[in-house]
């Protein structure tokens, strides 16, 4: 179980209520001249915050991809054995902002050199991955990560982030749909704990906006 579990004592509560409702039907299809991005970095609640008030982004939520089990809950997938990974689901308009934009946000909010694995969170769901909607997306996302796997601070250092055709999304629960704003206190907590924009600065050289 994640640590960001333990951070609100209603929580629990919340997931023995969630436990037994299916979450909605995979998300649809991006409303027409808008396109996808979806990018799992660990905790959902953390990569929601790089991308939301972008000029471009019409929306983030936070979610579920990449697992076997349909409408899983996050207690779920927090327990591991899913196969699905925390993500988030960017919808946004490329004549306003590029994909590649998104890819260069992306990386800077991941520790791409750990394998199932973000800051203090473990398991497969919390893996690094990009999710790619198209072949365009497909290749770009292929290119950024041969640019960084070549770059010399991650010399002698593997590359772990996934790069995979988007599968069915299932939006998570309401209560982590923009939980930072909605419990700051708790966030800045979560975050600060498990050291991410400590080990984010450490590689990238700043810690992002968030």
Request: aromatic share 12%.
């Amino acid at each position: 179980m994640s640590l960001k579990t333990y951070l609100n004592p209603f929580i629990a509560l919340a997931l023995l209520a969630l436990n037994t409702v299916s979450l909605a039907a995979p998300t649809a299809v991006a409303p027409a001249g808008l396109e996808k991005a979806t990018f799992a970095g660990g905790c959902f609640w953390c990569m929601e915050t790089p991308f939301r008030g972008l000029a471009g982004v019409t929306s983030v939520a936070s979610g579920y991809i990449g697992g076997s089990v349909v409408d899983a809950t996050y207690e779920q997938v927090s327990d591991g054995g899913t196969g699905h990974a925390e993500a988030v689901e960017i919808v946004f308009d490329p004549k306003k902002i590029s994909y590649a934009k998104l890819l260069e946000i992306f990386w800077a909010n991941v520790d791409p050199t750990v394998d199932d694995q973000q800051f203090c969170d473990q398991g497969d769901q919390y893996r690094s991955a990009v999710f790619t909607h198209t072949a365009e997306q497909a290749s770009a996302a292929a290119a950024s990560k041969s640019k960084w796997q070549a770059d010399k601070r991650f010399a002698g250092r593997t590359i772990y982030t996934e790069i995979n055709p988007a599968s069915a999304f299932y939006a998570a629960e309401d209560y982590h749909q923009n939980y930072a704003q909605k419990n700051p206190a708790r966030y800045k907590y979560y975050r600060w704990s498990c050291g991410r924009d400590q080990r984010l600065e450490k590689i990238w050289g700043s810690a992002p906006a968030h």
